[in-house]
């Protein structure tokens, strides 16, 4: 006797949507037009295997640009250290050497890739918590460390002392703790950097070590995009630019960190419609829109909506140099009414920023294989990917925005095709590897064999929580360069700037 066991036909589950819920991307138009090719892309997956991340590294000049334009708008003198951390490309980091950029490391495989890339001493900015092996390396090439701590200046006095280095080293004062009379926000504290409160600690230590270390100015790095804070934390910068000259310093620098912001989607009222459709979703008045009722953040009590949508805000009109326009345009009551721009304009400060997702805006892709289709147990439609959650993620943040499907061997659509949500998932063997946890919505299931793209993934989600579970290797880089509408590619270890000279 046998037993015979139905094969469940995906393309029948009714999973449709009562709304069309789409999250359509912003896409480059050279990246439209390599995606709209498809052949290349079909040939380096089946090549180089699943995730691949694609890099298109001319790109990133248009980044560059549009924050020194804001510089030259707001007539400051400026300086871009492009955060390292967001992206471990050698083709980004080696173009970034020949744009009007500088490089920001955190680690010393950073700084030891970054001199291998191009860049000097001169170009360089050392930041985060730092070991010896990182300070001892910073010291001897002479690049401009922002300290963390009393006890990391302490060590850099020691170990200058074993070095035996002559040349001052150079450094930025990394504060936090900021405050404010005139203003109510929360401080949320942080790990890192001295705290205002005890700059005068840092003050009479490199008063008593004038000659081994120059103070170049004041420096700090919030993990927030709000401008209030950040505006705060300019104000009581500027206002230790004061004591600092009092006590016979020369600080010249304030660099005022990262976090510019990128928009990723096309459409405002999209990305509106399936917030509002998510809330929904956990007040019970729509079905569930998340992997096991997942509520990033939010509750339901007695029919209202708690807690706040734990999410960045993939679609934003202000961002790169825009968003950094509107915060040098704040005013401080305790500087005379002045803007930020014209006070650092005025005293000849230079200004450093350290953008990171907002400089690789649109210059990555990330592929993976459809493995397979099938459902859940609830009868919810699984797109079975040949990657892991960890391939296309920053930390544990969810991405709002909608893959672009290829077809490896395209069919026609069907006009009155209805949408149907989906789950994309992964190939770990956990029940928690859900590339997104919240419904996709596609016109079109996907077949084996066809690719999935996730755009605008350079900004941290190709790398920075990429990692080998169950010996799946981490994905392959390559770039991708274009000329008269002709495509062609290199490994992104390959790829140097002048690739077109090579014989």
């Known amino acids: 006797m046998s037993i015979t066991t139905p094969v469940p036909q995906v393309e029948t589950v009714k999973a449709k949507a009562t709304e069309n819920l789409v999250l359509t991307p912003k896409i480059h138009p050279l990246i439209k037009q ?18 691949l991340n694609v890099l298109f590294p001319e790109l990133i000049g248009e980044n560059v640009e549009g924050f020194q334009k804001t510089f030259r708008d707001l ?9 390292h951390k967001c992206n471990q ?17 955190s680690s010393v495989n950073e700084l030891r890739h970054a001199l291998g890339s191009g860049f000097d001493a001169t170009r360089i900015e050392a930041t985060g918590p730092k070991n010896a092996e990182f300070l001892g390396l910073a010291i001897q090439q002479g690049i401009t460390i922002a300290v963390d701590s009393i006890s990391e ?33 929360l401080n949320k504290g942080s790990r890192f950097g001295v705290p205002i409160k005890e700059a005068n600690i840092a003050f009479d230590i490199l008063e008593a070590n004038r000659k081994e270390v120059e103070l170049l100015g004041f420096s700090f790095h919030l993990d927030t995009v709000s401008v ?24 010249r620098v304030l660099n005022i960190g990262g976090g510019y912001k990128v928009n990723y989607l096309e459409n405002e009222d999209e990305w509106n419609a399936y917030v509002s459709a998510l809330k929904e979703s956990v007040l019970g008045t729509r079905p569930t829109m998340t992997w096991h009722n997942n509520a990033f953040g939010m509750s339901s009590d007695k029919g209202k909506l708690k807690g706040n949508f734990n999410s960045y805000s993939y679609f934003d009109t202000e961002t790169g140099g825009d968003f950094l326009d509107e915060l040098l345009s704040q005013r401080f009551a305790n500087l005379g009414d002045a803007t930020a721009a014209s006070i650092i304009r005025d005293n000849m400060i230079e200004l450093w920023i350290e953008p990171g997702r907002s400089l690789v805006e649109q210059t990555g892709i990330t592929v993976a294989r459809v493995n397979s289709v099938r459902t859940s147990s ?52 956990l029940e928690s590897d859900l590339i997104y946890r919240h419904l996709t919505y596609v016109k079109k299931l996907p077949k084996a064999g066809d690719l999935v793209v996730f755009v605008n993934s350079a900004g941290y989600f190709m790398d920075f929580s990429a990692s080998t579970s169950i010996m799946h290797p981490i994905a ?28």
């Open 34 to 51: 390599f995606l709209a090719e498809r052949e290349t892309l079909l040939e380096l997956t089946r090549a180089l295997g699943s995730p």
């Open 75 to 83: 007539n400051v003198i400026g300086k871009i250290f492009f955060a």
């Open 89 to 105: 490309s050698d083709s980004l980091t080696r173009r970034l050497a020949v744009e009007n950029a500088n490089l920001d490391v």
């Open 153 to 185: 200046l302490q060590m850099i006095l020691t170990l200058r002392a074993v070095l035996k280095v002559k040349k001052a080293t150079k450094i930025l004062l990394r504060l936090s703790g900021f405050e404010a009379n005139h203003s109510k926000f």
């Open 228 to 251: 209030l804070e950040r505006a705060i934390a300019i104000e009581n910068c500027l206002e230790l630019f004061e004591e600092a000259l009092s006590r016979d310093f020369e600080p």
């Open 378 to 429: 609830r009868n919810e439609p699984i797109i079975c990917l040949n990657m892991k959650r960890q391939d296309i993620s920053f930390l544990d943040q969810e991405i709002f925005v909608d893959p672009v499907v290829i077809e490896k061997d395209p069919t026609p659509e069907e006009a009155d095709a209805q949408p149907i949500g989906v789950y994309f998932a992964g190939n770990l063997c």
């Open 476 to 503: 392959k880089k390559v770039a991708v360069m274009e000329r008269q509408g002709k495509f062609t590619w290199m490994l992104d270890s390959e790829y140097v700037p002048y690739w077109e000279e090579l014989p």
